[in-house]
């Protein structure tokens, strides 16, 4: 059984309050798409609906923490980054693969924590900086390892800007959610994530997820992958998350 700390304590139980509307909310868009107006409204209505009931509980729970959907210049200690509906687009067309993340930063724009929650299908994530990554499941708590392939043939590639250089891979997919894409990841149900213009907070959350499964993540465009800079990747929003043994192969594929 996996300790869960305080910090992650806070950020799952929020999370969950946060979202409890939200399936009721998504049983809804089906039957609301007949009518274009209607259902967008619906959505906003939706998703600010979630953004206020984040921020009603964090402050409710811990009132001293700053809460911000981007990054701040200058924040004053740790704030909280949150997306209310990270795969917004998924959601509005009733595709049960979106999530709403909470990560929390330092005053340096270090990720400490953070939960990934699809409340679709009832699926959580989280990790905490130097504890793991780990993902709540039915009778227990799993920890999260990225995979050990090494072959990029039979790789399992998740990618929304540069599925073309993946030709070789056995599966390249997009599924819209960044945050979700880096927990699969994480729990190595895919082998790579490489993704452009994402969501800062769904990336911030992803990220963690990927690192303390045992992954590496780099800005897409970066020169070499001779280290990880984890606030460029945050700066620049767009993220290539590998395992170990493909990171070679990937980053230059990705970069010729």
Known sequence: MAYVSPTLNLLITVVKKATNALNRDFSEIERLQSSIKGYQNFVIAAYEKVEKNLRFEFNKMKPDLQISKELLANPQGNYLLVSPIDGVENFSRGISYFSTTAALLDANNNVLAAVVYNPAIDEMYFAEKGNGAFK????????????????????FVLTSSHAARFSEATFVRSFGSVALEMAYLAAGKADVVVRAENSVAGLAAGMI????????????????????????????????????ALSKKVYDLVNP
């Open 209 to 244: 997820l990927v690192k303390e499964a045992g992954g590496y993540v780099f800005e897409i465009n970066q020169k070499d992958i001779k280290s990880e800079d984890l606030k460029k990747v945050l700066a620049g929003r767009s993220v290539l998350a590998v395992n170990g």
């Open 136 to 155: 709540e499941g039915f009778r227990s708590i799993e920890r999260l390892r990225v995979t050990a392939n090494k072959d990029l043939e039979k790789s």
